[in-house]
């Protein structure tokens, strides 16, 4: 699986557009890119996922660059609920275990 | 849809003695489930994948022996730290494969907090 280099953390005002950065430079053509959550205590939550064209839907939009070494969650109006640790994962869709990296903690502020 | 539950939400287990985890799949089929432990402030670490009907595929260092994974059905898998010591005091997530739909997507449990005193 390839690996992904996320910021530590990022904060964000309420109401305001979360941007959050996923760098997956070794990614290969087959490896979908995978975004999950984690609030505090709880169980990781599935946000979204794509392979290479950009994805939306009620939680957020996943903007992936043309080359696939990147991409970026996008979190269009950021709540007090939206706290938490995300997570970018690359990996196969079949078989595909998930190896956490370290995420990005965002924390958003009143 | 697509929810999964884990039964006990915390533990507290004296050391020596073993400690059963199960993970369920409520509304969909998963042929394979996760299991992942996070100590505090750290990231999941995968410790094994459980097939139904098969035996469960271990991480690197993590012993088969201490932590015994049973996946019987379609929709149940348990894990089970047997010998528990405070070291293992953790919180413990399960996942399950959806795959259908979703495009093979995981979904996890609420975690299980386990601490061996």
């Known amino acids: 699986d390839a690996k992904t280099t996320q910021p530590p953390s990022m904060d964000c005002a309420e109401g305001r557009a979360a941007n959050l950065p996923c760098n997956h430079s070794t990614i290969s053509g087959n490896e979908y890119v995978y975004w999950y959550r984690q609030i505090h205590s709880q169980g990781p939550q599935y946000i979204i996922h794509?392979?290479?064209n950009n994805e939306t839907n009620e939680m957020a939009s996943l903007i992936i660059t043309e080359d696939r070494k990147s991409s970026t969650l996008i979190l269009p109006h950021a709540t007090l609920r939206d706290t938490a640790v995300y997570y970018c994962?690359?990996?196969?869709?079949?078989?595909?275990?998930?190896?956490f990296g370290t995420g990005t903690s965002l924390t958003v502020i009143p | 849809g697509a929810v999964v539950s884990q039964h006990p939400s915390r533990v507290i287990c004296k050391s020596g003695t073993s400690v059963k985890i199960e993970c369920r799949s409520l509304?969909?089929?998963?042929?394979?489930m996760f299991w992942y432990r996070q100590f505090p402030k750290k990231s999941l670490m995968l410790m094994a994948t459980s097939n139904e009907g098969s035996k469960a595929t271990y991480e690197q260092g993590v012993e088969k022996d201490k932590f015994l994974i049973n996946h019987a059905s379609l929709t149940l898998s348990t894990l089970t730290v047997t010998s528990a010591h405070p070291e293992d005091s953790s919180f413990y997530i399960c996942s399950a494969r959806d795959g259908n739909g979703a495009g093979e997507t995981q979904y996890f449990g609420p975690g299980t907090r386990l601490l061996v005193l």
């Open positions: 509304d969909f089929q998963a042929t394979t």
């Open positions: 994962i690359a990996t196969f869709r079949t078989g595909n275990q998930f190896y």
């Open positions: 794509g392979l290479k």
